[in-house]
């Protein structure tokens, strides 16, 4: 099913944006791993909108309710079911856009992939929404992850033209932004348009050796989970796409010991050669368009009368979503990293 994902480790996500509510159930997990709850409460904080200038005014509680999977704080060998109940939710923001897709939406192709009976409100699901049991998912994988000595941790490169290099003083770890970077967001917001951002990932912990060649590869593997949260559009692993402009005698990484382990002097490969991990760190980098709900006026196409029309946008849209999608690229690769680490 094009909702689920995984091998050993199997995470199947349902529900809708303004659906009564949406949940996720991961099938696989090790009996017995404590859950800690007030970190997934932590955890689902940071996908939250509601907080602040530069995310959508949609408000949530994002409380799961646990139906099975979790006895006594433990998983119990069964699949983990969690829902969560939509409240704030405003179906009428989206009926006039019944038969006029957004630009840069999945309006248009659901429409016709789904003949027209696909549900609309808040992009069903294909919402940005459906983040949320994703990220349940991740948290409880991390949790696990995080006692096998494998750790996943991400920040913001750059929001718009606002970049903040890796290497500097400036550089903002676990979910935060600059100052500068909320003035591009707040300022691309007041003139009634938005921005997208880069967001860079890092694994470490993982040893070397897993990971298939051709299609079973640690970045296929990692993509394909990426690919699945809105707005994605370009996943690049170590040196990525600068790579092609450079040298190989700038780009190899030099083998060298330490100790009693094999490990390379610099890490341009991100951790990954042959599609498999070498034990340094998997490094990549995810890009997200900007958010395609802007109040100006777009031309569309009505899909009943074939007619062009002006579009003008209602309801509560996110300037910038790569905030609140920090949480999501680590929960997509938690859940790969754990499904394969499992041997999936």
Same mark, same amino acid.
């Given at each position: 099913?094009?909702?689920?994902?995984?091998?050993? *480790?199997?995470?199947?996500?349902?529900?809708?944006?303004?659906?009564?509510?949406?949940?996720?159930?991961?099938?696989?997990?090790?009996?017995?791993?404590?859950?800690?709850?007030?970190?997934?409460?932590?955890? *689902?904080?940071?996908?939250?909108?509601?907080?602040?200038?530069?995310?959508?005014?949609?408000?949530?509680?994002?409380?799961?309710?646990?139906?099975?999977?979790?006895?006594?704080?433990?998983?119990?060998?069964?699949? *983990?079911?969690?829902?969560?109940?939509?409240?704030?939710?405003? !179906?009428?923001? /989206?009926?006039?856009?019944?038969?006029? #897709?957004?630009?840069?939406?999945?309006?248009?192709?659901?429409?016709?992939?789904?003949?027209?009976?696909?549900?609309?409100?808040?992009?069903?699901?294909?919402?940005?929404?459906?983040?949320?049991? *994703?990220?349940?998912?991740?948290?409880?994988?991390?949790?696990?992850?995080?006692?096998?000595?494998?750790?996943?941790?991400?920040?913001?490169?750059?929001?718009?033209?606002?970049?903040?290099?890796?290497?500097?003083?400036?550089?903002?770890?676990? /979910?935060?932004?600059? !100052?500068?970077?909320?003035?591009?967001?707040?300022?691309?917001?007041? !003139?009634?348009?938005?921005?997208?951002?880069?967001?860079?990932?890092?694994?470490? =912990?993982? #040893?070397?050796?897993? =990971?298939?060649?051709?299609?079973?590869?640690?970045?296929?593997?990692? +993509? /394909?989970?990426?690919?699945?949260?809105?707005? %994605?559009?370009?996943?690049?692993?170590?040196?990525?796409? !600068?790579?092609? =402009?450079?040298?190989?005698?700038? /780009?190899?990484?030099?083998?060298?010991?330490?100790?009693?382990?094999?490990?390379?002097?610099?890490?341009?490969?991100?951790?990954?050669? =042959?599609?498999?991990?070498?034990?340094?760190?998997?490094?990549?980098?995810? +890009?997200?368009?900007?958010?395609?709900?802007?109040?100006?006026?777009?031309?569309?196409?009505?899909?009943?009368?074939?007619?062009?029309?002006?579009?003008?946008?209602?309801?509560?849209?996110?300037?910038?979503?790569?905030?609140?999608? %920090?949480?999501?690229?680590?929960?997509?690769? +938690?859940?790969?990293?754990?499904?394969?680490?499992?041997?999936?």
């Amino acid at each position: 099913m094009s909702s689920s994902i995984g091998n050993k *480790l199997k995470v199947q996500i349902f529900g809708q944006s303004h659906s009564r509510g949406l949940g996720v159930v991961i099938d696989g997990l090790p009996a017995g791993e404590k859950i800690d709850m007030e970190l997934v409460h932590e955890f *689902l904080q940071h996908r939250a909108g509601g907080k602040n200038s530069w995310s959508t005014k949609r408000a949530e509680p994002d409380v799961p309710v646990i139906l099975s999977g979790i006895k006594n704080d433990k998983t119990c060998g069964a699949p *983990l079911c969690a829902v969560f109940e939509n409240t704030d939710i405003r !179906e009428a923001d /989206y009926e006039t856009l019944r038969f006029v #897709p957004r630009p840069s939406h999945a309006d248009y192709t659901a429409y016709v992939k789904h003949s027209g009976q696909n549900d609309i409100s808040g992009g069903g699901h294909f919402s940005g929404r459906l983040t949320l049991p *994703l990220c349940f998912a991740g948290i409880v994988c991390l949790q696990v992850l995080e006692r096998k000595g494998v750790t996943i941790d991400a920040r913001i490169c750059s929001i718009g033209p606002v970049i903040t290099r890796s290497d500097s003083d400036e550089a903002i770890q676990n /979910y935060g932004l600059s !100052e500068q970077m909320i003035e591009a967001i707040e300022k691309a917001a007041a !003139e009634g348009d938005s921005l997208g951002g880069l967001i860079e990932c890092v694994v470490s =912990g993982l #040893p070397p050796g897993l =990971g298939d060649p051709i299609f079973d590869n640690i970045e296929s593997r990692l +993509a /394909y989970a990426l690919f699945a949260i809105p707005a %994605v559009k370009g996943v690049e692993f170590g040196k990525g796409f !600068e790579s092609a =402009g450079m040298r190989g005698s700038e /780009y190899n990484d030099p083998f060298c010991k330490e100790g009693d382990r094999i490990k390379t002097k610099t890490n341009n490969a991100g951790g990954i050669l =042959g599609g498999i991990t070498n034990g340094m760190p998997v490094v990549f980098r995810t +890009a997200f368009k900007p958010t395609p709900s802007i109040p100006g006026p777009q031309q569309s196409v009505n899909l009943v009368t074939g007619e062009e029309e002006t579009l003008i946008i209602e309801g509560r849209h996110d300037p910038c979503i790569v905030p609140r999608a %920090v949480p999501c690229v680590v929960s997509a690769a +938690a859940v790969t990293i754990l499904d394969i680490v499992l041997g999936g």
